[in-house]
């Protein structure tokens, strides 16, 4: 599979006919999100990676609609958008309005736990997705996942109720979960009236979490991994063992990073502003890393202590 692996491969969904591009581009912290999604497109991208908490879905979905309308050889079916239900309703007026006011202002009633109110029902992720498609301008999702698992068992389950009905609906084409451990799967599809399977599960994951549980899990599901933060936000690309396989490769850290990830059957969404850096993490095919390169960065795992974000899945009942 890895030796054959080109930028139009993609990764079979479950409960899906869609499939996922190994490669897309994720937007969290973007400072110019249409301009980079734009370039990524240009630069042979197909995937894209927002979500309501990034408080960017409008410009994602701006630049997919120009790409398209100044590429009509390309069709919407080609390109794939992922975006995420946040657990509280961003839109309430004690609810930042940009990414910016988000950051630096606050604090804010982010934690459903606290705030005292969550999206995490049947209606309110209708509502949700409902929004984010009206704010993308979209008319359908590829991907659309739970951000997160904080709300608990049965919100989770009454919030899958909503994404289970926008499934059916058309609103998008797959349905997921991110930063959900093997329990919280397990527990959602022990309820009857749940028929779907999570197509995808988006986690932190790196030569340095490799998050091995719950990708034994989903590989045995039949469940893809997603990547987010697959560069560690750069934290960890001196490595002396990765900066000796880029050396032997003839490449960058984090393209040595990044392949690695293609070859463990892990889809991927770096993120970067910087066109240059945007044309070196597709850099990644055409080439393979060997039985003993993967190897040595099998070695470099922490597991959770090398997490560099915020989401432990297994933290959360």
Same mark, same amino acid.
């Given at each position: 599979?890895?030796?054959?692996?080109?930028?139009? @491969? &993609? /990764?079979?969904?479950?409960?899906?006919?869609?499939?996922?591009?190994?490669?897309?581009?994720?937007?969290?912290?973007?400072?110019?999100?249409?301009?980079?999604?734009?370039?990524?497109?240009?630069?042979?991208?197909?995937?894209?990676?927002?979500?309501?908490?990034?408080?960017?879905?409008?410009?994602? %979905?701006?630049?997919?609609?120009?790409?398209?309308?100044?590429?009509?050889? !390309?069709?919407?079916?080609?390109?794939? !958008?992922? @975006?995420? $239900?946040?657990?509280?309703?961003?839109?309430?007026?004690?609810?930042?309005?940009?990414?910016?006011?988000?950051?630096?202002?606050?604090?804010?009633?982010?934690?459903? $736990?606290?705030? #005292?109110?969550?999206?995490?029902?049947?209606?309110?992720? /209708?509502?949700?997705?409902?929004?984010?498609?009206?704010?993308?301008? /979209?008319?359908?999702?590829?991907?659309?996942?739970?951000?997160?698992? &904080?709300?608990?068992?049965?919100?989770?389950?009454?919030?899958?109720? %909503?994404?289970?009905?926008?499934?059916?609906? #058309?609103?998008?084409?797959?349905?997921?979960?991110?930063?959900?451990?093997?329990?919280?799967?397990?527990? $959602?599809?022990?309820?009857?009236?749940?028929?779907?399977?999570?197509? !995808?599960?988006?986690?932190?994951?790196?030569?340095?979490?490799?998050?091995?549980?719950?990708?034994?899990?989903?590989?045995?599901?039949?469940?893809? !991994?997603?990547?987010?933060?697959?560069?560690?936000?750069?934290?960890?690309?001196?490595?002396?063992?990765?900066?000796? $396989?880029?050396?032997?490769?003839?490449?960058?850290?984090?393209?040595?990073?990044?392949?690695?990830?293609?070859?463990? #059957?892990?889809?991927?969404?770096?993120?970067?502003?910087?066109?240059?850096?945007?044309?070196?993490?597709?850099?990644?095919?055409?080439?393979?890393?060997?039985?003993?390169?993967?190897?040595?960065?099998?070695?470099?795992?922490?597991?959770?202590?090398?997490?560099?974000?915020?989401?432990?899945?297994?933290?959360?009942?």
């Amino acid at each position: 599979m890895s030796a054959n692996l080109t930028p139009e @491969s &993609r /990764l079979p969904l479950p409960s899906s006919s869609a499939k996922i591009p190994v490669l897309g581009l994720g937007v969290c912290v973007s400072s110019r999100c249409e301009q980079s999604v734009l370039s990524a497109l240009e630069k042979g991208y197909r995937s894209v990676d927002t979500a309501q908490i990034y408080y960017n879905e409008r410009e994602t %979905g701006t630049a997919v609609n120009k790409f398209l309308h100044q590429n009509p050889s !390309v069709k919407r079916e080609d390109i794939f !958008v992922c @975006s995420k $239900l946040w657990e509280t309703d961003l839109s309430r007026d004690d609810m930042p309005t940009s990414f910016d006011e988000l950051c630096n202002a606050g604090p804010w009633p982010l934690n459903s $736990l606290e705030a #005292g109110h969550t999206t995490y029902s049947k209606q309110a992720a /209708l509502d949700g997705i409902n929004k984010s498609l009206k704010t993308s301008g /979209l008319d359908y999702f590829d991907l659309y996942l739970l951000h997160n698992p &904080r709300p608990g068992a049965e919100a989770r389950h009454q919030a899958w109720l %909503g994404l289970q009905e926008a499934l059916k609906a #058309g609103k998008a084409k797959a349905i997921g979960a991110s930063n959900w451990s093997p329990a919280h799967i397990d527990a $959602l599809m022990a309820h009857s009236d749940v028929d779907t399977l999570p197509a !995808v599960n988006q986690i932190e994951f790196h030569p340095w979490n490799q998050q091995r549980v719950i990708l034994d899990y989903c590989r045995e599901k039949s469940i893809v !991994v997603t990547a987010y933060s697959p560069l560690t936000q750069g934290k960890r690309l001196n490595d002396p063992v990765i900066k000796r $396989l880029a050396e032997k490769h003839g490449k960058t850290a984090a393209q040595i990073v990044l392949r690695w990830c293609l070859q463990m #059957g892990i889809s991927i969404i770096p993120k970067s502003d910087r066109d240059e850096r945007i044309s070196e993490n597709a850099d990644i095919f055409g080439w393979e890393l060997d039985a003993g390169d993967m190897e040595e960065i099998e070695k470099l795992d922490e597991g959770q202590k090398g997490n560099i974000g915020e989401w432990d899945p297994f933290a959360y009942e």
